[in-house]
C-alpha cells in the first residue's frame, strides 16, 4: 500500500472516528475476576492486568505475579549466538518452536536465489550461525525444557509471527516463513520441515511465495497452507516433498482473497472508516486485505476470517471447497459480518460452536483512555466470543478482557506504561472448551473460564513481571516482558507452555485448586502450593538498534 494510501487512511480514523464503542450490541466488556489462586502464589498487587509503578521502581515486580499457574520448567532460549527477543509459537509432538523477531518490512533472504513466481527456491546457501532464527525446544522433560537448536533455512531468519505446526499420527509439519508486511521486497520465502522427529526437524523444501506472507496456518490434515497479507494457498504434496527433489512438493493455487466477492469494508453498526476517503483511494484499497490470520476447518475446505484494520473490520466466514479443485470457481462466502480478527481460532461451548477471535493494539497509546474502535492504532484490544451455530448468521455473544483497560483507569495505566491488549489466544480444546488462554501482553498469560460464554470470569494468570529490575541496580532500563504468541495446553499433562518476548520458553501447571474450579481432573503438580515466575534475559537487540521484541507492526501492505 503506497505510503500516501496509509497516510490517508490515518486521516480519516482520526478525522471521521466515531466514538461509539465497537461492541455496540454488547452491554460491556466483561472484566470479572474469580482468581483460583494456590498458597504460594505471588499475586497482583492492585488493579486486574496491571504492573502498578511503584512496583516497578521499588523493584518488586521483578520475578513477576502469578495466580492459579505456576512454573514448572524454564528455558532463556540463549544458544550464545541467538538475538531479537522472542515471538510466536508453535508446536508438534513434545516440542516447541518459537520465532526470533524481524523488522517490520524485511528485504528478500539473501540465501534464497531468485525462483519464479510461485515457484520454489533454488537451493540456499548453508545456514547462518547467528541471528534471531527459530528456537527448537525439546520439552519432552517438562521440568527442564531444553533449547536443542536454531533454525536459520531462508524463512526462519525473520520468522516474527509466520509460522504453524501440524502432528495428526500421519502427518508432522513445520512451515516458518519470512515475516512481512509489504509488498515491495517480494517474494518471501517459505521452508518446509519434516517434524515426525520433532526435535530434529528435517528441511524438506524451500518454497518462494509471489507476494509478501504474513501469517502461516495448516490445515489439521496437513493438506493446505494459508498465507495471509494477502491470502494465498497451497497444497503440500506429501509423497512429493519427501521424494528427494526440494522443488515439487508445494503447488501454489492462488491468491484466494482475488476470488472473494464481498466488499472489504464494514457492515456496521459504525460508519467505515474508507467512507472518508475520495473514491480513487478507495478503489486501491479495496482488493488488499482480507485476513491477518486463517483459521481453517481440519479438512481445509472453510476458512474463517477477520478483518484486523477499522476499514476493514469484517468476520467472514467462506466455503471453498470448489475453489481449492478448481481456482476457476468462486469462494462461497457463508456470512460477512462486521467483526475483528488478529487471532482467529474456534471453540465448542456446552455443544454450541464458537469462533474467539480479537484485534490487536501495539503500536501506539493502547490503553483504555481511547476507544478500542481505533485498533490496531489506539485503544485497548480485547477478545471476542460469537456463536456460528447459525454460521448464516453468526452473534456476538461476548467480550472479556481486564480491569486495567476500563477506561476510569486510564490514569493508573498511563503511569505504569502497561500495555494489555490480547494478541493472539488459544483454548484447551476446541471441541470441548473450558477455558481461555490470552496473551495479553505487559499483563503476561491470562486464562478466563468460558463455560458460560455470555458471562466470562478470569480464573489465573501467569506475567513475568520486570526482566531488567536486579536488587541494587539502578531504575533506568526497566523493562516489563510481554507474552504475546500463541499458546499451548497439553491436556495430559495439564501443562501449559508459553514464550514471553525476553523471558523465554515457560512451561506451567494448572494449580489443584484452579483445576477443581474449572472440573477438570486433577494431574500431579510439581509445585502443590504454587510458584511463581523468575528472572528471564534480555536478549540483545538486532543490528541496527532494531529491537523486535518491543513492538510488532501488522499493517498490509504499508509503511508509517
Not at 521499588?58 to 520475578?63: H, I, K, L, S, V
Not at 508432522?172 to 517474494?187: E, M
Amino acid at each position: 500500500m503506497p505510503l500516501l494510501v496509509v497516510v490517508s487512511l490515518l486521516a480519516a480514523l482520526l478525522a471521521g472516528f466515531d466514538a461509539r464503542a465497537y461492541d455496540d450490541d454488547l452491554d460491556r466488556v466483561v472484566t470479572v475476576a474469580d482468581h483460583k489462586c494456590s498458597n504460594g502464589d505471588r499475586q497482583e498487587p492492585g488493579i486486574q492486568g496491571d504492573v502498578p509503578k511503584a512496583a516497578q521502581d521499588a523493584n518488586e515486580a521483578y520475578g513477576g505475579y502469578n495466580c492459579g499457574l505456576s512454573k514448572v520448567g524454564h528455558s532463556p532460549l540463549t544458544d550464545g549466538e541467538r538475538s531479537g527477543g522472542n515471538a510466536n509459537m508453535a508446536w508438534a509432538g513434545d516440542c516447541a518452536y518459537i520465532s526470533g523477531g524481524g523488522s517490520l518490512f524485511n528485504a528478500p533472504s539473501a540465501r534464497a536465489l531468485p525462483a519464479p513466481i510461485g515457484g520454489q527456491a533454488a537451493e540456499p546457501e548453508p545456514e547462518p550461525t547467528s541471528g534471531p532464527g527459530v528456537a527448537v525446544v525439546d520439552v519432552s522433560t517438562p521440568t527442564q525444557p531444553r533449547h536443542v537448536r536454531t533454525l536459520r533455512t531462508p524463512g526462519a531468519t525473520a520468522t516474527s509471527e509466520t509460522l504453524h505446526a501440524v502432528d495428526n499420527g500421519e502427518h508432522a509439519y513445520l512451515v516458518v516463513g519470512q515475516y512481512g508486511n509489504d509488498q515491495v521486497s517480494d517474494p518471501k520465502p517459505m521452508d518446509v520441515y519434516d517434524v515426525s522427529n520433532c526435535a530434529e526437524p528435517k528441511l524438506l523444501e524451500t518454497f518462494e511465495f509471489p507476494v509478501n506472507i504474513h501469517n502461516l496456518t495448516i490445515s489439521g490434515n496437513g493438506d493446505y497452507v494459508f498465507a495471509t497479507q494477502p491470502l494465498q494457498v497451497v497444497r503440500l504434496l506429501h509423497d512429493e516433498l519427501r521424494d528427494g527433489d526440494p522443488h515439487n512438493g508445494v503447488q501454489y493455487l492462488g491468491n484466494l482473497q482475488e476470488a472473494m466477492a464481498g466488499p472489504p469494508v464494514a457492515v456496521g453498526p459504525t460508519a467505515d472508516v474508507d467512507d472518508h476517503l475520495p473514491a480513487e483511494v478507495r478503489d486501491e484499497m479495496r482488493p488488499r486485505y482480507t485476513a491477518h490470520e486463517a483459521w481453517p476447518t481440519y479438512d481445509g475446505t472453510k476458512l474463517y476470517l477477520g478483518g484486523q484494520l477499522p476499514n476493514f473490520e469484517l468476520f467472514t466466514i467462506v466455503d471453498i471447497e470448489a475453489w481449492l479443485q478448481d481456482q476457476t470457481q468462486q469462494p462461497e462466502i457463508i456470512s460477512q459480518r462486521q467483526g475483528r480478527g488478529h487471532s482467529v481460532r474456534t471453540a465448542t461451548i456446552g455443544g454450541t460452536p464458537y469462533v474467539l477471535h480479537s484485534e490487536e493494539s501495539v503500536l501506539g497509546p493502547s490503553h483504555g483512555c481511547l476507544p478500542e474502535a481505533g485498533n490496531p492504532f489506539i485503544g485497548p484490544s480485547q477478545p471476542w466470543l460469537t456463536d456460528i451455530s447459525d454460521e448464516t448468521n453468526p452473534v456476538l455473544v461476548s467480550q472479556f478482557g481486564l480491569a486495567i483497560n476500563h477506561p476510569e483507569n486510564c490514569p493508573a495505566q498511563i503511569d505504569s506504561g502497561v500495555r494489555a491488549s490480547v494478541h493472539y489466544h488459544d483454548v484447551d480444546d476446541p471441541e470441548d472448551t473450558t477455558f481461555v488462554m490470552a496473551s495479553m501482553w505487559h499483563s503476561g498469560l491470562r486464562i478466563f473460564d468460558v463455560r458460560d460464554p455470555a458471562a466470562p470470569r478470569e480464573v489465573a494468570y501467569f506475567n513475568p513481571g520486570d526482566l531488567n529490575a536486579r536488587p541494587g541496580t539502578g531504575r533506568e532500563n526497566v523493562q516489563l516482558d510481554h507474552a504475546w504468541g500463541h499458546v499451548r495446553y497439553v491436556k495430559e499433562t495439564g501443562h501449559i507452555w508459553l514464550a514471553t518476548a525476553s523471558g523465554g520458553f515457560w512451561v506451567l501447571e494448572l494449580g489443584g485448586r484452579l483445576r477443581s474450579a474449572l472440573n477438570l481432573p486433577q494431574k500431579p503438580l510439581v509445585n502443590p502450593d504454587g510458584a511463581p515466575g523468575t528472572g528471564g534475559v534480555e536478549l540483545p537487540a538486532l543490528p541496527l538498534g532494531i529491537r523486535t521484541s518491543g513492538a510488532y507492526c501488522t499493517i498490509p501492505g504499508g509503511v508509517v
